[in-house]
């Protein structure tokens, strides 16, 4: 693992850009942070753990919603400067309910427009 750990290149903040790809699908799902222990506990427990820059902890990525990332593959790019993790997603990856957070798609006009569909209602649940 220090092998591993040595040939990254953490930010000056300690983090790293990591990529979740879905391993059926093969959409990209969303594209947080981890910082050293986000990245070893992913790989100790094999479910995607993040580094939530706006709360400042660590978090099991869909510990609130049940959408759990299992851990299949991992890979770094060349540099070392980022990591991607192959996925088994659990029903959505983005907390807005859509499978992915890519669910918006740039039109000719400059506008967007939705191409997925929503899984879950957010407000359900993530009740306050």
């Known amino acids: 693992m220090e092998k591993f750990l040595s040939a ?3 930010n000056e903040k ?17 594209l947080c942070y981890m910082n050293q222990d986000a990245l ?3 790989l100790e427990e094999g479910k995607v753990y993040v580094f939530r820059r ?22 770094i790019d060349c540099e070392g400067n980022s990591i991607l993790f192959i996925v088994d997603q659990e029903r ?10 890519y ?4 039109k000719k006009d400059g ?5 997925g569909e929503r899984l879950f209602d957010p407000d359900e649940v993530y009740k306050k």
């Open 8 to 10: 990254l290149k953490f």
């Open 103 to 106: 669910f918006r798609r740039l």
């Open 111 to 115: 506008t967007f427009e939705v191409v």
């Open 92 to 101: 959505a990856a983005c907390h807005t309910g859509y499978f992915t957070c």
């Open 40 to 42: 070893l506990k992913t």
């Open 14 to 30: 300690g983090l790293i850009p990591t990529i979740i790809q879905d391993e059926k699908t093969k959409e990209v799902l969303t």
């Open 54 to 75: 706006s709360k400042g902890r660590l978090m099991l990525k869909g510990e609130t919603s049940g959408c759990i990332q299992k851990v299949k593959s991992v890979s």
